[in-house]
Nanobody, 126 residues
């Protein structure tokens, strides 16, 4: 299993950017995006079920980011609009096989994901 992320770069505040992550050829239970800013822990950004329709977002990106999957190309995406300087981070795609969890918000925990992309840097200038 491989996840190959790309799409990062330098953008200006207010710009849009789409991150992509090619997933090698089998379905998962769900997928997500996390980010890690310098000196901070990796944090949850968004997740969705593999079939779609169960998207969750961290509060700071709601209304600006959209997580979705291109079924035909088996590519995971994070569409980021209205980018802010505080969105600067290394972004990681992740995928999970099925599992049973006691927390309702298990999808925000990086430990519940089994596979990770290598990370792509997003820098937002003000």
């Amino acid at each position: 299993v491989q996840l190959q992320g790309c799409g990062g770069g330098l953008v200006q505040a207010g710009d849009s950017r789409r991150l992509s992550c090619a997933a090698s050829g089998r379905p998962f239970s769900r997928y997500g995006w996390f980010r890690q800013a310098p000196g901070k822990e990796r944090e949850f950004v968004a997740s969705n079920s593999w079939r779609g329709g169960n998207a969750y977002y961290t509060d700071s990106v709601k209304g600006r980011f959209t997580i979705f999957r291109d079924n035909a190309k088996n590519t995971l995406h994070l569409q980021m609009n209205s980018l802010k300087p505080e969105d600067k981070a290394v972004y990681f795609c992740a995928a999970a096989d099925g599992g049973a969890y006691t927390r309702n918000d298990y999808y925000i925990l990086s430990s519940t994901y089994d596979y990770w992309g290598q990370g792509t840097q997003v820098t937002v200038s003000s």
